[in-house]
């Protein structure tokens, strides 16, 4: 196979060039929500299974379908496929409902700006989130995070 050397080198421009992909999770890796998100998922969480959240999953690095099943698991209850679907419509309501008290209350991490300037400074890498949340998580309703981050 024949490579092309400017192209691997990020020399090139165009369609052809080579480009890096750098995959952020928002939660933890770049915002804290100070407890705004816990809220919201105790809030589902009861309101699908009628239960009260008093103790959640591990989060980070899960997706939320994991950390609902696990977290149901510590209320001694078994769900399904179905009810992760309702807490997700929940969860996503509750974001959306509560999205400027997100914003209020949350805030970005230390070094998280300077990070994505300092990777949006170099042309050969594309930034995007990858995140295992669903709906309006904070990666949504945080929409200004930027300017957050910048304040």
Do not use: Y
Request: aromatic share 4%; glycine share 8%; hydrophobic share 40%.
């Amino acid at each position: 196979m024949r490579v092309n050397r400017e192209c691997m080198a990020g020399r090139m421009e165009g369609p052809m060039a080579v480009r890096r992909v750098v995959l952020w999770d928002i939660d933890h890796t770049l915002i804290d929500t100070r407890g705004v998100g816990r809220e919201l998922s105790a809030q589902a969480f009861e309101q699908v299974t009628g239960v009260p959240m008093v103790k959640q999953a591990k989060i980070d690095g899960i997706t939320e379908p994991v950390i609902f099943r696990e977290t149901a698991k510590l209320h001694g209850l078994h769900t399904e496929r179905k009810d992760f679907d309702r807490f997700a419509s929940a969860l996503t309501k509750a974001h959306l409902e509560r999205a400027a008290e997100l914003r209020e209350r949350g805030h970005a991490l230390p070094g998280a700006a300077s990070a994505l300037d300092a990777l949006f400074a170099i042309p050969e890498v594309v930034q995007t989130v990858l995140t295992g949340n669903v709906g309006a998580s904070p990666t949504n309703a945080n929409t200004d995070f930027r300017r957050q981050a910048s304040d």
